[in-house]
């Protein structure tokens, strides 16, 4: 079946720094690729969609400039949170699903600490 | 605005037991609608797609069922196990947004010995 994977799975950095997440589908061709976070006890936000050689459409309310998305491949999407800040601590998941696909494949999510 | 219910509260459930979670959704009337499972620090798991002229879809113990009128879906699993604790997730596809999904918040799934 589908198989996403995504890495890190846990990363702790300081304040100011960037952080890069990786999200690879490892046995189909992704079309488009979405990127979420989640907070404890609720539900994913939709932060992003990524299309393969196109820019990333952000939703209402997430900065591009923070979050920056680059889906270089129909296998690689990576999100980089920039200058991240405590606030910027969360759960992120991204999916990748393509075109006739049955259902969305989530990699196994990062969990992204800012100290 | 299009929105989506899941019972907050966990549901706890003795182990052979079905299990029947529900999602209402309002100002809204999707194609379809998917069920995810998601366990603790994982990523969602693809589990059922149900679409609008379909009443009902089963897999193995699982089965969705799908009201427009309700505009309510429900998911049962029947003949629990411990193994199936996990949160339960409902998405249906954003009005004009193509193949974006917005989900519920979940309902969280104990299967008692």
């Known amino acids: 079946g589908a198989v996403v994977s995504q890495h890190p799975s846990r990363v702790i950095c300081k304040s100011g720094t960037s952080v890069k997440i990786e999200c690879r589908s490892l046995d189909f061709q992704a079309t488009t690729m979405f990127w979420y976070r989640q907070f404890p006890k609720q539900s994913l936000m939709l932060m992003a969609t990524?299309?393969?050689?196109?820019?990333?459409?952000?939703e209402q309310g997430v900065e591009k400039d923070k979050f920056l998305i680059n889906h270089a491949s129909l296998t690689l999407s990576t999100l980089t949170v920039t200058s991240a800040h405590p606030e910027d601590s969360s759960f992120y998941i991204c999916s990748a699903t393509s075109l006739g696909a049955y259902g969305y494949t989530f990699g196994s999510g990062t969990r992204l600490t800012v100290v | 605005s299009q929105k989506i219910e899941q019972n907050s509260e966990a549901l706890n459930i003795q182990e052979g037991k079905t299990a029947t979670l529900t999602c209402n959704y309002t100002n809204y009337s999707p194609a379809y609608l998917q069920w995810y499972r998601q366990d603790p620090g994982r990523g969602p798991v693809f589990l059922l797609l149900?679409?609008?002229?379909?009443k009902e879809k089963r897999k193995e113990r699982l089965k969705v069922t799908f009201d427009t009128t309700l505009k309510q879906s429900l998911f049962h699993i029947t003949a629990s196990q411990p193994a199936d604790s996990a949160t339960y997730l409902c998405?249906?596809?954003?009005?004009?947004?193509?193949?974006?999904?917005?989900f519920g918040t979940g309902t969280q799934l104990k299967v008692e010995l």
């Open positions: 990524s299309n393969e050689g196109s820019k990333a459409t952000y």
């Open positions: 149900i679409r609008e002229n379909e």
């Open positions: 998405a249906f596809p954003l009005t004009g947004g193509g193949n974006k999904l917005t």
